[in-house]
Structure formats: C-alpha cells, structure tokens
C-alpha cells in the first residue's frame, strides 16, 4: 500500500478512536472539534474521502460518517497503535498479587481470565501449556481387577496416564498377548489396529475405542470468561450472528486460540475460523520451561481498545511466565 500522508495518518487515528469510544459514524467536524485538528472541517473532509477510496474507512448508511474498515483496523493496529494508557501499570501490579496468591494452575488462569475480562471488557481464553511437539506413545500396559481393566499409557517424554475400563468378559487371558502385540506396534512407530489377531478381537477392540476416544479429548483445555460480556456488544443483537460465535465457545473454544509463538492481532476474516468474521482476536504466547507453550487471548468485536488490549495480553503472558518457570 501507498503510505499515507500524515494528515491521511492522523485522520484515520481519530477516526479509529472515536467510534471505539461511541460505536457512532464520525464526520470531518466532530473529528475537528473533538481531536483538535490543525485544519479545515473541508481539509479533514477531503482526507476521510481518500482514506474511503483506499478501502481504510466505509460508510455505514448514505450521508452518515465514516467509520472503519477492517483494513483500516488492520493498517491502525499495524502503523499506527498508540502506547498503551497508564491503567497497563496498574494491571500489572495486581497481577503479582495474583500469582503469589494462587497455587494450582487451574486457580490461577481462572482469576487471570476473569481480570483480563474486567480489565478490558473483552472475553479471555487462556490455554495450559501445550508441548509443541506431541508426545508419542511408547507403551501399553494392562492390569485386570475383577470386571475393571487399568490400562496404564506411557509416552516417550516421561509422561504416564491411565484409563479405567470395564474388562469384557472371559478376556483376562487376553491380556498378556495384547501387551506383547501392542509393543510390537508401537515398536514399529504407532499401532495397525487392522493388523490385530483374530483372537484378541474382544479386548482389542474395546482398547481401540478407549484409545481413540481419549485421543478426541485430549486437546489441551482452555480457561474461558466473559462471554456475557461478548454478546453483550452492540455487534452482537443478531442472533444469526451471535449463535455460530457462542456455539464455537461452547463446543470448540480451543479452535479460537491458535498455536503461535509471538504476539498477533487476527481481525474479521483474517482469523481462519467463520465464526470469527465479525471479530478481532488479540493474543501472546507464555512459556513454561519442559511443559510447553501456553497462550493468552482476548476476543472480541473488531471495535476495540487494541493498545490496551494486547498490552494487557502480553504481560498476563510475561506474568505467568515469571510464575511457572
């Protein structure tokens, strides 16, 4: 794109913070009176009517101000986002009573969510640490109690779970050549159920199912607030376009937090997923040592405060950081 000239700059600013501040179109002499603009009404005029043409501010309704585009965000966030507002400090003082305050994890990233919606007005998601690169399975052991079957999975970084299955009946004798077999499989890199005998069809197959189940919902979970206050926002009345958003949160709140590994700012239809079209995503990664990287989000509607929010992300990021290393 064409840099824009420094009126063209400060114009689209304004333009910016205003209807952040009021959800209202914005014409050439509020803009004036209000941002103290150096010239004419007609001069500002003549910069909004080229920054339309570039596609960074629209029209909502004919002869209303302007507000704007997705691109115009786009071209804010990018060239031209202020310093964040002294409440950032503020911020991040509260936060070091929150870390010292909580131990458990979970505990934590619950009040870090909630006063990130707080602090912003805005919805969190913030996820555990995930290994960047997914553990392998490395082994299967089985141990049959009566009518239980404990089935112990180790993988290769270490880590050890379990599942508590019912034992099928008569299958005890199973169990020892299911061990052996799957060895073999995953000897060989991961395990051919195809290739499973005949003979060992009945507990084999209810370890199938146990397996890829708890491969569907092994996705690392996220710590949600605030979607009250998302629907809340005036771009949100229609319910054909809150449903798909809140359906997402519901089912799915993972697939708007995307695995990065430096902060980033998604708006409208740069965010992959549909249901994000009408929104704006503002996120930053956390660390934390051997267990992976985490990440700290803020979703809402493409009207928002992008300075503050994404400093607000950044240091709950560096904070939790500081915390779990």
């Excluded at 009404?41 to 101000?65: D, F, I, K, N, Y």
């Excluded at 509260?94 to 458990?104: I, S, Y």
């Excluded at 998302?230 to 949100?236: D, K, M």
Aim: net charge neutral; with cysteine.
């Amino acid at each position: 794109m064409k840099p824009l000239s420094a009126r063209q700059r400060q114009v689209l600013q304004a333009t910016v913070h205003h209807y952040v501040d009021t959800i209202e179109p914005v014409g050439s002499r509020t803009l004036v009176q209000r941002f103290g603009i150096p010239v004419s009404s007609a001069t500002v005029r003549s910069a909004m009517g080229a920054l339309e043409q570039r596609g960074l501010l629209m029209q909502p309704h004919t002869s209303a101000g302007r507000v704007p585009s997705q691109l115009g965000y786009r071209h804010y966030v990018d060239c031209l986002l202020p310093e964040p507002g002294h409440s950032v400090q503020l911020l991040e003082r509260e936060l070091t009573g929150l870390t010292l305050r909580w131990a458990a994890l979970d505990d934590l990233l619950a009040q870090l969510a909630r006063r990130l919606t707080d602090f912003t007005g805005l919805m969190a998601l913030i996820s555990r640490p995930a290994q960047q690169h997914p553990a392998r399975l490395e082994a299967i052991r089985l141990v049959g109690s009566g009518d239980r079957l404990l089935v112990m999975l180790v993988e290769d970084s270490g880590r050890a779970s379990h599942l508590n299955l019912r034992l099928p009946f008569g299958a005890e004798p199973e169990l020892n050549a299911i061990e052996r077999w799957t060895d073999r499989q995953l000897a060989g890199g991961a395990i051919n159920w195809d290739s499973l005998p005949p003979q060992l069809q009945n507990t084999g197959g209810v370890l199938r199912h146990a397996l890829e189940l708890n491969e569907q919902t092994e996705e690392q979970p996220v710590v949600v607030h605030g979607l009250s206050r998302l629907i809340a926002e005036p771009e949100f009345q229609s319910s054909s376009d809150v449903r798909p958003l809140v359906e997402l949160i519901d089912e799915q709140p993972g697939a708007v937090v995307r695995t990065i590994s430096q902060s980033g700012v998604w708006i409208g239809e740069e965010h992959p997923h549909r249901a994000l079209q009408n929104c704006a995503v503002v996120q930053a990664p956390y660390r934390c040592g051997s267990d992976g990287v985490g990440q700290v989000a803020l979703l809402g509607p493409m009207r928002m405060a992008y300075a503050t929010a994404k400093a607000a992300v950044q240091r709950v990021a560096r904070h939790l950081e500081l915390v779990l290393s």
